[in-house]
């Protein structure tokens, strides 16, 4: 194995690899088995829901999500909004039926304390391969759409400051400043 799965931390903006479209992954192997489930364990100590690949410093096409059922949260849904575990997400895509949106408050790992209001689809649909190669497809709603749209962006380079409306921008850029002066500082 090149890298070392138990090395991986998550990365904080403005890390440049935050900002790379991500490369699709040809082989499935143990190594990717590795990372993913590194991944897993990163985004449960974190508390977090989502985590893709870029944030753990890999330009990989690649994230996990746990968005576990809740008051209001429900694996048993048409669709689902909710996972009973965690799921891998390798190459996916993600197709967005209607051209409604709603606004919902979104933070991230890798800008902490920064959150905002995000307008996204409240349904879509991913197609993507699992761990063993299999191609699966799922239509979800609620936060795990979000969550799912949310981790799409990060393989995209895209990340929640470049999607809140100007308002969130004005508000939360003392504390992306904050985060640029850090790095600068490391
Ligand atoms: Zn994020």
Redesign the pocket.
Known sequence: MSLDPASLEIVIYPDPVLRQRADAIADITDETRAVAARMIELMHRAEGIGLAAP?VGLSWRLFVAHVPPDDGRSTDETPPTALATPVVFINPAVTMPSAELESHEEG???LPEIRGPILRPPQITIDAMDIEGTQFSMRVSGLLARCLQ?EFD?IEGIL?IDRFPQMARLRTRSAVRALERDAQAR
Do not use: V
Request: neutral net charge; charged residues 0%; contains cysteine.
């Open positions: 944030q991230c790992l890798s949310h990060h929640i």
